[in-house]
């Protein structure tokens, strides 16, 4: 019998479903989230989101906010709880991955999360505030077709926060941004973790 293959960045994961609950434990919230093999940090909460959410600045308290590949959706849902006058976009490949983020927003009282895929945000959608802890692991060339297909999307002033693994490429992340014309700044760094600001060059 062959055991079927999967990452965590496929449409639709092909290991059978089996629900875990992930605590996320802030200074200002505590909250227990659903997630579920297939997807992303099915195994608990991640060390680098931790490290977003607990150094990253506070996002707008209005306008659009993006969590880029958002999995379970645990950066979105305390995005959303931090800001409640603003909508914060829960936008992930994995549809196993948008349904979670979808009931846990709904389970936690954020209802200014929509979770959706890449394909259901507006074309013309733009943000104020990008956060990530993107997907390092698709491999270099898909990541900077991601990160060039949503940075352009903030809006003039705006600014993305991503957190990335030492180890995994943070610092030549940051020097290949800054050669597409963005100014980035490292704002943390922290447990083998970098925090990366990103600005669009005015
Ligand atoms: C490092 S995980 C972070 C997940 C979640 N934000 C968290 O903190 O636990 C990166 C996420 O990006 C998603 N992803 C991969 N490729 C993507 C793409 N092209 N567009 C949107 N999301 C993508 C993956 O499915 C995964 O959920």
């Known amino acids: 019998m062959s055991i079927p ?7 639709r994961p092909e290991v059978p479903s089996r629900p875990r609950t992930v605590h996320l434990r802030l200074p200002d919230m505590d909250l227990k989230l659903q997630s579920d093999r297939g997807v992303f940090g099915s195994k608990g ?6 490290v977003l959410l607990r150094e990253g600045p506070a996002p707008p308290a209005q306008g659009e906010i993006l969590d880029l590949g958002s999995g379970y959706g645990p950066i979105a849902v305390a995005l959303a709880r931090r800001a409640p006058g603003a909508r914060v976009w829960a936008v992930d490949v994995n549809e196993r991955a948008v349904e979670l983020a979808r009931a846990n927003a709904a389970a936690s009282q954020a209802p200014n999360v929509t979770a959706a895929t890449p394909g259901q945000v507006p074309a013309d959608a733009q943000f104020d505030a990008i956060y990530s802890n993107p997907p390092v692991r698709v491999g270099k060339a898909p990541l900077h ?12 002033g705006g600014v993305a ?10 610092d030549s992340l940051a020097a290949w941004l800054a050669e597409q014309g963005f100014a980035v700044a490292r704002l943390k760094s922290k447990k083998g973790y970098r925090l990366l600001e990103v600005r ?3």
């Open 145 to 156: 077709r991601l990160l060039l297909d949503w940075l352009p999307r903030l809006k003039p």
């Open 161 to 170: 926060y991503l957190v990335v693994q030492r180890n995994l490429g943070s």
């Open 200 to 202: 669009p060059k005015p």
């Open 5 to 11: 293959k999967s990452h965590y960045f496929e449409a």
């Open 45 to 50: 909460l991640d060390l680098g989101t931790l």
